[in-house]
């Protein structure tokens, strides 16, 4: 089975289970004149709709490459969450305005044992629906899926706690349906800008994952012939659709033959191993002066803010030498460069120094 054709899959569950719930809690909220079960009804329905959402993000994202998008529509998926947290949004907005009056003004409530066995049961399916949208998202990296999974798990909190309210209202007469429904309100609210957040950053363009970039690094470096991988550079174009650069450090005497064989099995190794299409670009290497490298890492260990210091190479015949640096994004990385080229310059003075400036984008 594809991964789109699982995410149509578990979501059509989803989708049937919800609509279930939809009925049997709308019918208990208006015979009970229950505004909290009502409530937990129409977040049901959101959760449907945004199964149906999901399927066509899904449908549309499997789209082939073409002409206009050589990339492929990967990246409509984001644009599927978005919609998603919008309508949740809309949702819980729409709950908080018709609760808050409840609270001053509650509503004789009746609930029968039918109505209780019921939520209860709606806790119970939504735990193991929840559980098992969210281990399929996990499983087959899908965005939107790992919401609608966590968010049924939360569902099953919120449904909880109307049983709960329900409970105290047959023994001890008291109506929490107004808070109650002011909290699940606020609860579907905050959930929705979490996932619009999260949505946004990936179309954004967040940070690669640490441990993600880490790996690459070390696969890289087990490559006979590689002593270093910097540089790296991820894209995604969809949850699934990943590419990239990175460049490796290598002696200065290979030929570009064998640099070409190098770099081309190193491509091949990170898409078996990850599915990333990288391209590969080259730091020659010599050690001829070793001793300038070795006094600039060392100055470079005197401050903080300097994360890395790579690509460092001597060009003779110009009286040049040139590395690149990677300084903290909050630190005053112009004058951090300046104050390493100074006292380089000031111990090894035949020289003239170019600093190349990288960013933090990995690790």
């Given at each position: 089975?594809?991964?789109?054709?699982?995410?149509?899959?578990?979501?059509?569950?989803?989708?049937?289970?919800?609509?279930?719930?939809?009925?049997?809690?709308?019918?208990?909220?208006?015979?009970?004149?229950?505004?909290?079960?009502?409530?937990?009804?129409?977040?049901?329905?959101?959760?449907?709709?945004?199964?149906?959402?999901?399927?066509?993000?899904?449908?549309?994202?499997?789209?082939?490459?073409?002409?206009?998008?050589?990339?492929?529509?990967?990246?409509?998926?984001?644009?599927?969450?978005?919609?998603?947290?919008?309508?949740?949004?809309?949702?819980?907005?729409?709950?908080?305005?018709?609760?808050?009056?409840?609270?001053?003004?509650?509503?004789?409530?009746?609930?029968?044992?039918?109505?209780?066995?019921?939520?209860?049961?709606?806790?119970?399916?939504?735990?193991?629906?929840?559980?098992?949208?969210?281990?399929?998202?996990?499983?087959?990296?899908?965005?939107?899926?790992?919401?609608?999974?966590?968010?049924?798990?939360?569902?099953?909190?919120?449904?909880?706690?109307?049983?709960?309210?329900?409970?105290?209202?047959?023994?001890?007469?008291?109506?929490?349906?107004?808070?109650?429904?002011?909290?699940?309100?606020?609860?579907?609210?905050?959930?929705?800008?979490?996932?619009?957040?999260?949505?946004?950053?990936?179309?954004?363009?967040?940070?690669?994952?640490?441990?993600?970039?880490?790996?690459?690094?070390?696969?890289?470096?087990?490559?006979?012939?590689?002593?270093?991988?910097?540089?790296?550079?991820?894209?995604?174009?969809?949850?699934?659709?990943?590419?990239?650069?990175v460049h490796v450090e290598v002696d200065d005497t290979l030929s570009a033959l064998e640099i070409h064989n190098l770099t081309r099995n190193i491509a091949i190794k990170i898409f078996e191993e990850f599915s990333i299409i990288l391209t590969v670009g080259i730091y020659a290497r010599n050690d001829k002066h070793h001793?300038?490298?070795?006094?600039?890492?060392?100055?470079?260990?005197?401050?903080?803010?300097?994360?890395?210091?790579?690509?460092?190479?001597?060009?003779?015949?110009?009286?040049?030498?040139?590395?690149?640096?990677?300084?903290?994004?909050?630190?005053?990385?112009?004058?951090?460069?300046?104050?390493?080229?100074?006292?380089?310059?000031?111990?090894?003075?035949?020289?003239?120094?170019?600093?190349?400036?990288?960013?933090?984008?990995?690790?």
């Open positions: 089975m594809t991964r789109q054709e699982k995410i149509v899959k578990t979501s059509i569950i989803g989708i049937v289970v919800n609509l279930i719930l939809v009925a049997f809690k709308a019918t208990i909220g208006i015979l009970v004149n229950s505004i909290a079960i009502t409530l937990d009804a129409v977040n049901n329905l959101t959760d449907a709709l945004s199964s149906i959402i999901t399927i066509i993000g899904a449908k549309l994202a499997g789209k082939a490459p073409d002409k206009n998008h050589p990339y492929g529509y990967g990246r409509i998926e984001y644009f599927s969450s978005v919609i998603i947290a919008a309508i949740v949004l809309w949702a819980g907005i729409t709950a908080l305005m018709e609760s808050w009056p409840k609270i001053f003004n509650p509503d004789v409530t009746s609930y029968t044992t039918v109505s209780l066995i019921i939520i209860a049961v709606a806790v119970v399916v939504k735990i193991v629906l929840g559980k098992y949208v969210k281990r399929v998202g996990e499983n087959i990296n899908s965005q939107a899926l790992v919401a609608s999974g966590s968010d049924a798990l939360f569902d099953a909190i919120l449904s909880l706690s109307t049983l709960i309210a329900a409970i105290i209202s047959i023994f001890w007469h008291i109506s929490l349906e107004g808070i109650l429904g002011v909290i699940i309100s606020i609860v579907i609210i905050k959930a929705s800008i979490d996932m619009l957040r999260e949505t946004v950053d990936s179309m954004i363009g967040s940070r690669v994952d640490s441990e993600l970039s880490r790996k690459i690094k070390e696969s890289i470096c087990e490559v006979p012939g590689v002593y270093g991988a910097y540089d790296l550079s991820l894209h995604n174009y969809g949850p699934e659709d990943m590419q990239g650069s001793e300038i490298r070795e006094d600039l890492e060392k100055i470079a260990s005197e401050y903080e803010e300097v994360l890395e210091i790579h690509g460092f190479i001597v060009f003779e015949e110009m009286n040049l030498a040139t590395f690149d640096i990677i300084v903290d994004f909050d630190a005053d990385r112009e004058k951090v460069k300046n104050e390493i080229s100074d006292k380089i310059k000031q111990l090894h003075p035949q020289f003239n120094y170019i600093i190349i400036d990288d960013y933090d984008v990995s690790d």
